[in-house]
């Protein structure tokens, strides 16, 4: 046990008797957070349902905090919310301790940079045969597109199975509901219910849960009747064995597909689809891409070599991900008693840390609440601070498809964008939704035009 000599306390606000700020945070969580800051600065006080909650917004306490994990901070996942256990029971994003190591140990290989760079061909074709599909002159909803084209995507690429057409294909719906019950743990009046309580939220979060478990059942079965090639995930997941010589329960396959399932494709699917809306409203940096595209590409079919040279096109994504970061906000929950910048916390407070709210401070970005892809060109004298940018979070639970996510989200850029020119419609009114993940509410109409060559 460590004695602190430091005992001051950070300001805050305590807001409600019992409830703290849980209201303010659940009617807007991201002005809630934004205001914290503003008003009582880098390390502040709150109190959420009788939790002891910080909120840290230093670019250097956050990374000491994310690289710290595991050792001093625990990733906070320690009592999921009854969302989180049912929709991503014991897989990677939300296991601890020795298991967790195991299980990253096992999937990292799949995420290596040799790795993906054999899974650019398929993003490309799938991307052709979206591109296919859109008639010039139509209305689309493209973060309905992006959905459907990341989950044919990561499902082909980690598991050899082309869900196009299939009834795995066509569960929007169940993950529409899964990621509404997420938004509700956080937000909803399922933050203040015991778990017992059956809310409509909750009930259709389990009826999808077990309908995807049902089809993802199907999937295993069939690869233990048929094998595969391919030296996949799926098969490397039923064929490991743990240290008394025993496989994974179905049990655990199932958490493990359906949370690389899910994490890997709505973060992509929905930065894309911000990309989209920030290149229409920015016809200029729009029109750097379609010239990169052109001149890089002159008419070819995008490849992984290509991914390096399309240098305004990961700066779109990147400053998308600035702009709009999917997952926009974590906790920590430090194991014992620590120092955050001078102010003593004490063991078991939420540690919160917020990409949102790093990445629109003006201390750290020019003009934050501008789109500008060129901060991160790097012929740019000064690149932004490393600590304050953190998509993916950092330290070792850092987002293990970061590489995979970039180089796909480059790759259907490039590809959609040389075939087609995309306008959102005017009348549309982009809202964010609080979901789980940070996400256009009601999609993203848009209308489109071939672009010829
Ligand atoms: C633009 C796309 C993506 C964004 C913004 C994103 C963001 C993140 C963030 C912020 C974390 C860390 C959360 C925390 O510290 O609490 C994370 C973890 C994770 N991500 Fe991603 N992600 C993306 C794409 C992907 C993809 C394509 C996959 C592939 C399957 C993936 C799988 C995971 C997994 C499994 C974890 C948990 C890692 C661990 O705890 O060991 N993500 N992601």
């Not at 199975?161 to 509700?184: E, N």
């Not at 240098?311 to 990147?318: D, G, L, M, Q």
Request: glycine share 6%; net charge negative.
């Amino acid at each position: 046990m460590v004695t602190l000599e430091v005992e001051k306390q950070p300001a805050g606000t305590s807001g409600f008797p019992i409830i703290g700020s849980m209201a303010e945070f659940a009617r807007d969580p991201i002005k809630f957070v934004t205001r914290l800051q503003r008003d009582y600065g880098d390390v502040a006080a709150f109190s959420l349902m009788g939790s002891k909650s910080v909120l840290v917004s230093d670019p250097q306490a956050v990374d000491r905090i994310l690289v710290e994990t595991g050792k001093r901070y625990d990733h906070g996942k320690r009592n999921p919310s009854l969302a989180m256990q049912k929709i991503l029971g014991n897989g990677l994003v939300t296991s601890e301790g020795d298991f967790w190591k195991r299980q990253r140990k096992l999937i990292a290989p799949a995420f290596h940079h040799q790795s993906i760079k054999k899974y650019a061909d398929q993003i490309v074709e799938y991307t052709q045969d979206l591109a296919k599909t859109w008639q010039p002159g139509t209305t689309r909803d493209l973060h309905q597109d992006m959905m459907s084209l990341t989950q044919r995507i990561i499902m082909k690429v980690l598991f050899d199975v082309d869900v196009q057409g299939t009834v795995i294909g066509d569960v929007t719906g169940s993950f529409d509901a899964m990621m509404h019950a997420l938004g509700a743990e956080q937000t909803g009046i399922e933050a203040i219910l015991p778990d017992f309580i059956p809310t409509p939220s909750r009930r259709q979060m389990q009826e999808a849960v077990t309908h995807v478990n049902g089809l993802l059942l199907e999937l295993i079965e069939q690869r233990r009747k048929e094998g595969s090639e391919q030296r996949d995930l799926l098969t490397m997941f039923m064929e490991t064995r743990d240290e008394d010589g025993q496989p994974m329960s179905d049990e655990q396959l199932l958490d493990e597909i359906r949370t690389l399932y899910l994490a890997g494709h709505e973060t992509t699917a929905t930065t894309l689809s911000w990309a989209w809306m920030l290149l229409s409203q920015n016809p200029e940096a729009y029109a750097q891409v379609e010239a990169e595209v052109d001149r890089v590409l002159n008419g070819r079919t995008p490849t992984s070599d290509d991914v390096p040279q399309l240098a305004y096109c990961n700066a779109v994504i990147k400053e998308s991900l600035r702009c709009y970061p999917v997952a926009w906000i974590t906790r920590r929950v430090p194991l014992e008693d620590v120092e955050i910048n001078g102010y003593h916390i004490a063991g078991g407070t939420f540690v919160f840390l917020s990409p949102w709210v790093l990445h629109h401070d003006s201390r750290w970005f020019e003009k934050p609440d501008a789109f500008m892809p060129e901060r991160w060109l790097k012929d740019k004298a000064e690149q932004p601070l490393r600590e304050a940018y953190i998509p993916f979070g950092g330290g070792p639970r850092v987002c293990i498809g970061n590489g995979f996510a970039m180089m796909e989200s480059v790759l259907i850029l490039a590809a959609l964008a040389q075939k087609h020119h995309v306008a959102l419609l005017p009348e549309h009114r982009v809202e964010l939704e609080i979901a789980g993940t940070l996400r256009p509410k009601s999609g993203l109409e848009a209308t489109l035009t071939a672009r010829s060559l």
